[in-house]
Each structure stands twice: as C-alpha cells, then as structure tokens.
C-alpha cells in the first residue's frame, strides 16, 4: 500500500539476512521467500517455540554494537530453548530500522548468522518494518516426546543448581551506562557477558534428562528462582555462592545485588534429584560449563537466602512479588 | 536487570494476553508462562510458519482503534497461511508498547482473542516491551505433507484469479490519511476493509488441493502477482476485473492505482489448471467468497495488464521492480 514500508528496502533487507543466515537447514522444505515457511518436525518430537524481543533503551544501549544485538537476540532465545532441554532449529526475526544502513544490518545480520551457524538453526522467516530500531525473534526447536523440561518440577529434597556465575553481564550493562565504575581488570569480561551471552545449549539438551526443574536466568538470581519455585509448589534454601570478581571489584553489597537481581546472563537455574548429582558433575565436565550447588528446595514454601552461612532472606525482595 | 522493562508492568501484560488469547487449544502441551511453550504437530504434518510486523506511522495511523491493530497484526499472519493451504494453530505475540493502559490493551486483546477464537489459534509466546508502539506476530500452522502451495507452481495456460477486490482497503487507508476524500457512500466500508480485513482462511485451506500456485495480496496486485509469475518462472495476460465502487467513487485512474498498487487486502491471488475451473466455483460458492478470474499464465516472461480491453501495461510498473 502507498503508506507501506519500500518494498525494494524491506527486499534488500531480506535479502541480506537470507543471505547471511537463511541457509537452507535440517527439515527446511521452504525457507524464505514465500508467503510462509515450510519445515518438518522429526518424528517422535514435540515443537518447542519461544519468542523475545529487544528494544533501544531498554535491552541495550542507543550506541550498542550492531553485532552485540544480532547476537543478543537470537542467544536470549536459543537460552529459552536450553532451559526446556529442547534442540533449536528454525528462527523468525522482525527487526524494525529507523533507516536502511547497509554497514549495521552486514554486522547485525553477520553476528545472528554466526550464532545461528554454530547451532544449526536456520533463518525461515524475516520481516523488516521503518520505526525505531527494535527486534523480536521467534525461535522454533523440539524435544522428545514428554521430554521437555518445565519449570514445575522442582520437588522437596531437590539439588538446586546454577551454571556460570549470574550478576557479571548486569555488571556489564551498569558499566556501560555509567552506573557503575569500568576501570578495574574484569570490565571487558563484564563487558563482554553482557554483550554476547553464551547461551547453554548443549548443556541444557543432556541436562533435559537429569534435571527435574529448570529456568533460564534473564531477570536475576531472586526472581527467576522465585519463579521457579511458585510454578513447583515448593520453597528452597539458597546459600549465595563465592560471588568471585564480582565481589572483587564491586564490594559485598553490589556484587549480591547483581548475583540475586542482575539479569541478561542466559545462565540455567535447575534442580534435580539426590540420585543425577554425579550425572550433573559428569555432563558439566564434559560441557566445560561451571555448575554450582546453591541449594536445597523445601516443602514449605518461602525462599531462604544464606550468604556466608548468615540469612539475608530480609535483604531480598520476596520471590512472590516477581513471580508470573 | 535493573534497565529492563518493569517485571511487574510486563507480567500484568502477559497475564491479560493470556487470560483474554491464551486458551490451551489443540496440541498445546504448556503454553504461556514457561521459558518456551510445548505444543504437537499432528502426525502426516508439515509446519508452516509466518511473521509479519505492524508499526505506528507506516502501517496505523497513531489514532488508530486498539481493536484493529490487535485484529489486523493477526489477520494479516492468518492470511500468509492461507495462502499456503495451511491450517493456523499457534501465534507468539511481541508487543512494544510506550506506557501500560489497561484501557488499549483490553481492546487490542479483545479483538485478537476474538480472531484467533475464531480460527481456533491459541496464543503460545507473549513478549512485552516498553517502546514505541509495534506489534510482531508469528504464527504457526500447519499442511498435510507436501501439500502446501507455493508461489512457485504457477505453468502455461493456467488461469488467473482473485477473491474479492483489491483495493477497497487501500481506499480506507488513503482517507483516513486524508489523502482520498471521505464522504462517499462506501467510505465506511473501505475503512472497515483496512481496519477489519477477513483473511480467507477457510477458502485458502480447501484451495490447496486446486490451486497451482498462490499469493495473498498485500502490497497490490501488480507487485504481488508479479512475485508469484517470477517465482513460478512464467509471465501472464491480465484483464483488470469490474473495479466496482471503486471506480465510482474515485474515477479510474484512482480505482486502477487501488487495484494495482494498493495493497492491505489480504486477498489470495492463485492460479490453477483449467480442469479445476468447476471445482473453484463450488468451493466459491461453499465459502461464499466472490472469485473473479483475471487471466491466464504464459509461457514467455512479462505481465501484459489490459483494462476494458485496452492494453494498459505501459501505465504499470513493470513487475520485475517488485519482486524479492
């Protein structure tokens, strides 16, 4: 229509995200091109679909590197997926440009196809619209059959566990925003975590067999474990683990604020059963993820924070103020 | 993070989208409110998967009604499926909004719950931001193996048709934006074709066993039968249909430009051998859906458009100028 996005603009723009990431993959009968994609399920599998969107001022900074928003918005969806134990396979993007620039879209466009590549997902759809710059991603993959793993599983006597070490890409992202200081040693590395979050994805497929329970951590440690727990019924003790660098560099009190209500790691919080720790241990090593023991859930209900072996639980926000 | 969305503003949102979209329809398994949503392709199936955006200033005017974008951002997804045959099942909804109004967002999820009730769509993934208002749908259905219709399928002699008119909601368009006057016995019904447009969701999915190839229009006819004739590797001759009370009311000129290079129909353009001439007039009449036939394919490239028997290409784009 006359009030329409250029079709020779929104063409060329699809163009070079097909080109850069719309390789034909696995179970790719139809990729872009057509009014819709056409792609098959493996037998045996359920269809697993997450969606997420990032938008200036809110997920990243006005002069974020094209290429840490390429990355970013496919890896918070390839976390989603991780976090149910599913495969990743095919991904829509909707990316909205204030205006054509051929240099951004090549760096955005490159870094969503290197991160795709990497996990065989293909682009299967792509529509690019003129207004202030924004993307959502819709990321396709599937499970076994009954094989998914939700965050209601999570039962008394549980392990609760967490890979990496939440709190490093807030740190990140308060750095870039001059709330923090960026002059000591880890700032790239924060830096770094925030910008291009290395999402667990193998890691979370084998752990799809072991793990009981199990939640991506995007809004802080508080909130997605309260998550976790009010969608099992249960309750938990946590103790706060060695907070490392973060402690190092931003103090006691920042570093657990950053640890309980950072957010944007894409590390996974899960639980299991007595019975998989060596399994835990065994895929970890094997992943070269580090996975820590936090804690234990508990019948009753409420959330426990130790730190230090001293209760801060009257420090956090209450879990039940977060949770869906 | 702390820069992020409010989680508390977010939640309400999604709690609304679910409460008024998120029914748990066929083969959903866990919807909204997990990292991702489990749902079942039926056995013998293929995926089909579709996104299309809708932004302030380039596809809604800023006064526009709640209801419609909530309508249109999921009509105009249903209309891509069914110009593949396809059956719809599930959409993930990302919704950039600039601040919580209660108000809008009961409208605009009214009028999405009521389409996607309509058609059996369940809402399986929410994603809400703060931003400028802008709404992204990917919706997912589905196509007996091998089944879905392409644009590509297009061969000699096959003929050429249209449902409806396109046109009518590039008119509606045009006056709300004040550039067509509005005080025409129509005007109301233009306006509703743009704000309320009914994508031929039924009629599409019976079509698939007929038709050789298909289009929905969405950026006018010349663009998008110029698509399907390039992606099918032939050309066609095409008499323009009775352009009807848009011709009354805008004079010719206007009407043609309408039909031609309006867009926002979602109307389906297809093609299909002669032999199907009596079963695409049943199906017609079953969906009480009007179908003009408009021409026929040609082996040589070019689309040659004719109007009261005139031939009228020369005052058309030609084709190869839209074509992705």
Redesign the interface.
Known sequence: ?????N??TE?NV??ILRQRCGGAGAGV??GI?????????PAGC??????????????FLPDAPPGSIGHRCLAVNL???A??G?TPH?A???L?LPAPDRAWLMAFADAFGRLAEGHNVSL????T????L?V?V????T?P?GA?V???GAAAEDRIYVTGLPGR??AG??QG?G?LPADMSMAELYRQCFEYPVPRVRFGIELAQLASA???VS??MA?DLGRLLK?SGVGAVVDIPDLGCLQQDFGIATARDLFL????DYELCFTAPAAADNGIAELAKRCDVPVARIGTVTAANGLRWRHNGVDISGDVPAFE????
């Open positions: 229509m006359s009030g329409a996005t079709p020779l063409i699809i163009d009968m139809l091109g057509d009014d819709a994609a056409v792609t098959q399920v359920e269809l697993v679909t997450a969606v997420d969107a990032l938008v200036e001022g809110t997920h976390s989603d997926l976090a149910m599913a095919w829509t993007l909707s909205s299967i759809g792509g529509d619209v003129r207004g202030p924004a959502s819709t990321l396709l993959g499970v059959k998914a939700s965050r209601s890409a807030a992202w308060r925003a709330k199990m939640i991506d809004d802080g909130p969608a209500a950072g957010g944007e103020h977060f949770v869906a």
